[in-house]
């Protein structure tokens, strides 16, 4: 079983819908949660940290379920510009070690 | 621009050369990364340093040679791979304060093994 998983789409959707992505993690040790973006042909870049109670940033809202092992990434009103690979990530409790999944691609069109 | 930079960005070199990647960080991050990224697989991890100590290996064959010379570089030292190891190896840094922290990321360096 892979340790983190992600459907790895492509989703397609239209701008201005909202679309959303799911993960789970397999090692109960995990202690932070993040969402990174990887732009075609570039490398990955945070997106946003994941906290227990949920959290916002703008269109994009992440939640975190730790009995399930589960982590989300709603994003509202899409635009062309999210276009993207959303990789789920994992930090392992008092290691360095952040595992990663194999991202689910995004394309938005007009 | 992340901070951290990679040289070369492409690279093609035959199965006995020997050849090494190269990154650098100048943002006062303490703890650098290698990681692997092969087509439809997730970014692989191979080697954690933290201040210059190597403190993940994550079962890398030996063709793989790490080196940390301080914190603000990081070497990958390349020698008689394999077809199976052309891939995107991507650099990271990461400030102090625990792996809970944003990992910064190189623009990758393209490897073709032929």
């Known amino acids: 079983r892979k340790e983190v998983e992600q459907d790895p789409g492509p989703f397609n959707v239209p701008e201005g819908a909202t679309v959303a992505f799911n993960c789970t993690y397999s090692?109960?040790?995990?202690?932070?949660f993040f969402w990174y973006r990887q732009d075609c042909r570039k490398e990955p870049k945070l997106l946003m940290s994941?906290?227990?109670s949920g959290n916002e940033d703008g269109r994009f809202t992440a939640q975190l379920n730790r009995a399930s092992q589960y982590i989300s990434l709603l994003i509202r009103d899409s635009k062309l510009s999210d276009s993207a690979t959303y990789l789920c990530?994992?930090?392992?409790?008092?290691?360095?070690?952040?595992?990663f999944g194999t991202g689910t691609r995004l394309q938005v069109f007009p | 621009e992340t901070g951290v930079t990679q040289t070369p960005r492409h690279l093609v070199m035959g199965m006995t050369n020997k050849k090494s990647l190269k990154c650098e960080q100048h943002l006062g991050h303490n703890a650098m990364y290698w990681y692997k990224q092969s087509a439809k697989k997730p970014l692989e991890l191979m080697f954690v340093y933290n201040f210059k100590e190597q403190t993940e290996n994550n079962s890398v064959p030996s063709r793989f040679s790490p080196e940390c010379p301080n914190s603000s570089h990081l070497f990958l030292h390349l020698h008689t791979l394999q077809p199976e190891d052309s891939a995107l190896y991507l650099c990271?840094?990461?400030?102090?304060?625990?792996?809970?922290?944003?990992?910064?990321f190189g623009p990758g360096t393209r490897l073709t093994v032929l």
């Open positions: 990271a840094s990461r400030p102090p304060g625990g792996g809970n922290n944003e990992q910064f």
């Open positions: 994941v906290y227990s």
């Open positions: 990530v994992v930090n392992i409790y008092n290691t360095d070690k952040l595992i």
């Open positions: 090692n109960s040790a995990s202690q932070s």
